[in-house]
T-cell receptor, first 110, second 115 residues
Framework: AQRVTQPEKLLSVFKGAPVELKCNYS??????LFWYVQYSRQRLQLLLR??SRESIKGFTADLNKGETSFHLKKPFAQEEDSAMYYC????????????FGKGTKLSVKP | DVKVTQSSRYLVKRTGEKVFLECVQD?????MFWYRQDPGLGLRLIYF???????EKGDIPEGYSVSREKKERFSLILESASTNQTSMYLC??????????????FGPGTRLTVL
């Protein structure tokens, strides 16, 4: 079964601390992995995708096929990073259907 | 800039009423989706559509139907609203990008309350 697991509902860190939002997936094949973010009172938007291997707003995520993980990391959290983060998976040939995790709320304290 | 718009930000309806949620996208995307977003449950796919007049059930289609008469418009219909359908409803659209991957673009959401 295809599944995305985000084990933490809430993650609270202090400004300047490193942050890691965990994401594990279950998929028989080569998935495409994404992180979406929803800031307060804003619409859900794409943060980054594994295929791009890019850093967005200081965040990076590496696909680890051995551990079936796609954790989101940032070395120094900022208050403006406070948001809801969703990990999502798309299977090859699925025409863009996404399977979302339940989300992690990140709170960065001053 | 991709724009996905939803007809209402807030909606209050009574149990048993028929409810229409409208979604329009302006980027000529083939694919459109309806989700509901609930705390602790994340986003759950209700229905999606790959083309005009085509629809596919998602994970939680019970109690919902959809209509896609035009490429840019995807409507979600609650035939007889119930209190357990109180939720935030998100619409999204997508097409394959230059890399071949699909990015979904979301609307602002409609918060529906069923009394």
């Amino acid at each position: 079964a295809q599944r995305v697991t985000q084990p933490e509902k809430l993650l609270s860190v202090f400004k300047g601390a490193p942050v890691e939002l965990k994401c594990n997936y279950s998929y028989s094949g080569s998935p495409e992995l994404f992180w979406y973010v929803q800031y307060s009172r804003q619409r859900l938007q794409l943060l980054l995708r594994h295929i791009s291997r890019e850093s967005i707003k200081g965040f990076t995520a590496d696909l680890n096929k051995g551990e079936t993980s796609f954790h989101l990391k940032k070395p120094f959290a900022q208050e403006e990073d406070s948001a809801m983060y969703y990990c999502a998976l798309s299977g090859r040939g699925s025409q863009g259907n996404l399977i979302f995790g339940k989300g992690t709320k990140l709170s960065v304290k001053p | 800039d991709v724009k996905v718009t939803q007809s209402s930000r807030y909606l209050v309806k009574r149990t048993g009423e028929k409810v229409f949620l409208e979604c329009v996208q302006d980027m000529d995307h083939e694919n459109m989706f309806w989700y509901r977003q609930d705390p602790g449950l994340g986003l759950r796919l209700i229905y999606f559509s790959y083309d005009v007049k085509m629809k596919e059930k998602g994970d939680i289609p019970e109690g919902y139907s959809v209509s896609r008469e035009k490429k840019e418009r995807f409507s979600l219909i609650l035939e007889s609203a119930s209190t357990n359908q109180t939720s935030m409803y998100l619409c999204a659209s997508s097409s394959p990008g230059t890399s071949g991957t699909y990015e979904q673009f979301f609307g602002p959401g409609t918060r529906l309350t069923v009394l």
